[in-house]
């Protein structure tokens, strides 16, 4: 609780690295309340990243039981729009759509996280494909 008093007395508001290490120190103890508390302030400055919101979107739901509240849909959905490769954001995301039911967009989330280049059309299998190499025998 000292770097707590100590990053809320700074008259600039205190580094956000200070509140990123507080976040994660109070997630580490279960106060998840207290760690989206410190989340809260850099999220709110210009330099917060996707990482900030993912965070954010954790300890919320980790406060609620695994509920996705409308708080830590709208740090999801901020996660996600900075960086769609965040693989927090896109497993909250489809934990998020699970929850409101939508299954099958969720299932598309992790797999497009999963395999974000994988064709979107069939391909033939290898035993079919042409290939230079002959056989001896």
Known sequence: D???VRLSSDPEGGPSEGWMLLG????KMGRYADAADAYRVVAQRPE???AVFSML???LIYAEQGVVTP??????????????????AAFFKAVSLEQKGD??????TL???????????PVRPARHRKTSKTRRT
Do not use: C, K
Request: charged share 35%.
């Open 103 to 108: 299954e099958a967009r969720a299932h598309e």
């Open 111 to 121: 797999v497009a996280r999963r395999w974000p280049t994988m064709p979107r059309r």
């Open 71 to 88: 708080e830590a849909d709208t740090a999801i959905d901020r996660a996600y729009e900075l960086d769609p490769s965040n693989p927090g």
């Open 2 to 4: 000292r770097l707590y």
């Open 57 to 59: 979107a954790e300890v």
């Open 48 to 50: 917060a990243d996707s």
């Open 24 to 27: 994660q120190t109070y997630s």
